[in-house]
């Protein structure tokens, strides 16, 4: 079966540095990835995916077939970035349905 | 237009008794999807329609759970005799087909 791995559960970074949250998925063949954001009060939104090869606020992400990675980037964190992240893994041919890892809590400290 | 709408938004029950958390997709929206979300953890699958048809029950956790649609457009998440552990947040979600899904601000569900 198919699973996504976040393995920080918090990152804790300064304003103005680079943050990175790691995720990793079991899948062999070809997936969609993509990031989900939870700002503070607010509802799960759609923030990238793998295929649209775009950079929203500021953050990149690049899929790693070799390392069945989607790391997502940030190379100056602003405040507000805090947010929870969620790297979520869609398989066409395992129905619609999204699977997620368990989130990494990122904290932008001024 | 309005975005996903769920209700009630918060729900406490006492363990055994039976509760129906509501979705309404965005209107066009073809596949309402419920997930569930434990504190600390990521939203875990547990079922999707596709117009009326229930498509993927897979994810449902036992027979307590079962979900409706039978207008094709408000879904109904069912659990009965409800126990401690069904305590979580419960989303819902919306796409046309094989597209971007839209999450409803949920309903975190209470046992006591």
């Known amino acids: 079966a198919q699973r996504v791995t976040q393995p920080e559960k918090l990152l804790s970074v300064f304003k103005g540095a680079p943050v990175e949250l790691k995720c990793n998925y079991s899948y062999s063949g070809s997936p969609e990835l993509f990031w989900y954001v939870q700002y503070s009060r607010q509802r799960l939104q759609l923030l990238l995916r793998?295929?649209s090869r775009e950079s929203i606020k500021g953050f990149t992400a690049d899929l790693n077939k070799g390392e069945t990675s989607f790391h997502l980037k940030k190379p100056f964190a602003q405040e507000e970035d805090s947010a929870m992240y969620y790297c979520a893994l869609f398989i066409k041919a395992a129905g619609n349905k999204l699977t997620f890892g368990g989130g990494t809590r990122v904290l932008v400290k001024p | 237009g309005a975005g996903v709408s769920q209700s009630p938004r918060y729900k406490v029950a006492k363990r055994g008794q039976d509760v129906a958390l509501r979705c309404d997709p965005i209107s066009g929206h073809v596949s309402p999807f419920w997930y569930q979300q434990a504190l600390g953890q990521g939203p875990e699958f547990l079922t999707y329609f596709q117009n009326e048809a229930q498509l993927d029950k897979s994810g449902l956790p036992s027979d307590r759970f079962f979900a409706e649609r039978p207008e094709g457009s408000v879904s109904t998440l069912k659990i009965q005799r409800t126990q401690q552990e069904d305590s979580a947040v419960y989303l819902c979600a919306s796409s046309l087909p094989r597209d971007e899904q839209f999450f409803g601000p949920g309903t975190r569900l209470t046992v006591l």
């Open positions: 793998h295929i």
